[in-house]
């Protein structure tokens, strides 16, 4: 993976005391850390757990990064460890049940949605999958063929675009306009679930 | 304008937005949240589509590493503030009077004899010792004895309250001890 200059930068600022910079890359990089960590722990709410505090170990190590690698790389091999040593421990500690007050008030749709078992988290998610299954059946065949091939196969926009014969720049347009047409859809639900 | 923005904030979560786009996107990820908000919308487009468990992660995780983050720094910043010139000095002095009075209560149960030493004229321990004990100031010490106990406490103590404490009794008597039984000051 190449060197990224702006992660190199964010890491730059981190490094002189800008947690909003460590912020932006927790954002940049969340969500495929997340996957990551999945493949090891199955249970969402622990892959949350288990990602949090890959990001926390890397927090406490950025000062002695010296940009040899690229950030994702270094982060990726903190992640995996991360992992591998959440299992270990796993498997030699006995099971907890483990209530947590803080998040047990916070009337959040994250909480909501992570909550497997909750009736509200199921019947939310259910009619998030159903709305969203709605909107990709309705759009047009271009968008929804560029959405799935990056969401559910994982193509890059080189990919993408090589197997729809079209410029790069029109599959990033693709996209983000079926992006745009699910969040539309799926908004209304969300912000009625935040009671806005 | 927001829609090119938005259009960036797509390419940015697949890792497909080019550096310099990325460097301005950065800057306006910083100030606003509603993008931030946006970004973790879409991600959760890509779970739903995946059919993957633990929808709508994002918010809160962002949130949570932050938190996380921020504690992680305050508790970084209290062993610094402890090592300043005057925790140091403080801590020093702490167990410099933990000393004494451990000292004094020894000396007070007679676990220890007061010895017909230089060390044990000296009017220092009489001063402040409890009056309601009664103590066997006849009682010889033993030196060797009192000395291995200082610098034993001076070893569990740190190195700086050994500085402090067990110099006066190893080394000699102090001169502050010794000024003051002949009635003058430290260094006549």
């Known amino acids: ?196 | 304008m927001k829609q090119v923005i938005d259009e960036q904030l797509s390419a940015f979560l697949d890792g497909e937005l080019p550096a310099a786009e990325e460097e301005l996107l950065l800057r306006r990820l910083e100030r606003e949240t509603d993008y931030q908000a946006r970004v973790v919308r879409y991600a959760m487009i890509g779970q739903l589509i995946r059919g993957e468990p633990g929808i709508g992660t994002g918010a809160g995780l962002v949130q949570r590493i932050g938190e996380a983050v921020a504690d992680e720094t305050a508790h970084t910043a209290a062993p610094a503030r402890r090592e300043s010139h005057w925790g140091a000095f403080a801590t020093a002095g702490i167990a410099a009077a933990a000393g004494l009075v451990v000292l004094t209560g020894l000396l007070s149960l007679g676990s220890v004899s007061v010895p017909e030493t230089p060390l044990a004229s000296q009017p220092v321990v009489p001063q402040i010792r409890n009056a309601d004990f009664q103590s066997p100031a006849d009682a010889p010490i033993e030196p060797e004895r009192l000395t291995a106990y200082l610098v034993a406490h001076g070893d569990y103590a740190g190195g700086l309250s050994r500085q402090v404490m067990a110099s006066h009794v190893v080394n000699g008597t102090p001169d502050v001890m010794l000024a003051s039984s002949r009635g003058g000051r430290p260094g006549e």
């Open chain 1, 1 to 196: 993976m190449p060197v990224n200059s702006n992660d190199q930068v964010l890491v730059e600022r981190v490094k002189q005391g800008d947690k909003r910079a460590f912020d932006l890359l927790v954002l940049k990089y969340q969500h495929k850390i997340v996957n990551l960590v999945m493949r090891y722990v199955r249970d969402p709410s622990e892959a949350q757990d288990v990602t949090q505090e890959a990001f926390l170990k890397a927090y406490r190590a950025i000062p002695r990064f010296r940009g040899d690698s690229a950030f994702y790389t270094w982060l990726y091999r903190i992640a995996i460890n991360t992992a591998k040593n959440h299992l270990v421990s796993m498997s030699r500690r006995p099971i907890e049940y483990n209530l947590d007050l803080q998040d047990s008030e916070q009337n959040s749709i994250s909480n909501k949605l992570r909550d497997d078992d909750s009736p509200e988290g199921l019947l939310l998610r259910d009619e998030l999958r159903q709305t969203m299954e709605d909107c990709v059946a309705a759009l047009p065949e271009e968008l929804r063929l560029a959405i799935t091939l990056r969401e559910a196969e994982g193509l890059s926009y080189d990919e993408i675009a090589q197997t729809m014969d079209c410029p790069v720049g029109t599959v990033r347009s693709r996209i983000f306009r079926a992006r745009e047409a699910i969040d539309k859809s799926i908004k209304p639900l969300l912000d009625g679930q935040w009671g806005r």
